[in-house]
């Protein structure tokens, strides 16, 4: 059974950082490619970041660009997601989700396994 924990989330002020964890478990890690993807209440999931299998290709939403950075960790079955200089309208609920392919998609629906997800709150 495929798991996918996300931690590291919580309440930081604007201009603060954060770094999410998502320890994967249940598949062949390297065999996936991993994506951070964000939604809030009563809007649509959106896509974040992505890295393929190996870690050489990443992929960011326009909205995040120079200001996070995702890395995995094929040893320890991890992915993060670096957060710097956060805005209030980074406040979400973060999933991390994984696809079995060499490369991340900004889909959705490309993502067969999803974590519960773990919230960030940017206060202003």
């Known amino acids: 059974q495929v798991q996918l924990v996300e931690s590291g989330g919580g309440l930081v002020q604007a201009g603060g950082s954060l770094r999410l964890s998502c320890a994967a478990s249940?598949?062949?890690?390297?065999?996936?490619?991993m994506g951070w993807f964000r939604q809030a209440p009563g809007k649509e999931r959106e896509f974040v970041a992505g890295?393929?299998?190996?870690?050489?290709?990443?992929v960011y939403a326009d909205s995040v660009k120079g200001r996070f950075a995702i890395s995995r960790d094929n040893t320890n079955n991890a992915v993060y997601l670096q957060m710097n200089s956060l805005k209030p309208e980074d406040t979400d609920l973060y999933y991390c989700?994984?696809?079995?392919?060499?490369?991340?998609?900004?889909?959705?629906?490309?993502?067969?396994?999803w974590g519960q997800g773990t919230q960030v709150t940017v206060s202003s």
């Open positions: 890295i393929s299998r190996l870690g050489f290709m990443t």
């Open positions: 249940g598949l062949t890690f390297n065999r996936n490619a």
């Open positions: 989700a994984a696809r079995p392919s060499t490369s991340a998609t900004m889909e959705v629906y490309e993502y067969p396994y």
